[in-house]
């Protein structure tokens, strides 16, 4: 997680909802580095994730809530991704990612602090995702014989 600019990474364990078994939901508690997030804030992610029951599709969301930025406790960051395996051979996959900002609370400052955390977090979403494409890749090269 260091790779992705995340500090202190935890994360509770996965756990079913409501004895619903293609929901589970866990928790994950992190710390931006400065580089991406000019205050270095404290992040609290809620993530939920439903398998279809052929397991081909995933969705994963997340609710973030930042908690050392001004403003903060007026908004949440919502990112839904959409992972499907499209074929097995040759193995293919899609990952849609969304981006949402829900506000709780109305401040002066609503429309300047939506953007810039759309741009931050839409930079942030695509170096993690070619992270994870590379880190996959890299994977798959040194598994062959």
Known sequence: MDKMGYVNYTTTPWEKVNDCPILEQRQQ??????????FGSRVMCIQQRIFSDDAQECV??????LQDVPF?????????????????????????????IAWQKSTFFQERITK????????????????IVTELLAYKNNSLF
């Open 72 to 100: 903060g406790d007026h908004f949440q960051v919502h990112v839904r991704r959409e992972l499907k395996n499209v074929s097995v051979d040759p193995p293919i996959s899609t990952c849609k990612v969304f981006l949402g």
């Open 60 to 65: 994963l969301s997340e609710n973030l809530t």
């Open 29 to 38: 508690f992190y710390k931006l580095n400065h580089c991406l997030c000019q």
């Open 116 to 131: 810039k955390c759309m741009q931050n977090f839409t930079k942030l979403l695509k170096e993690n995702t070619e992270l």
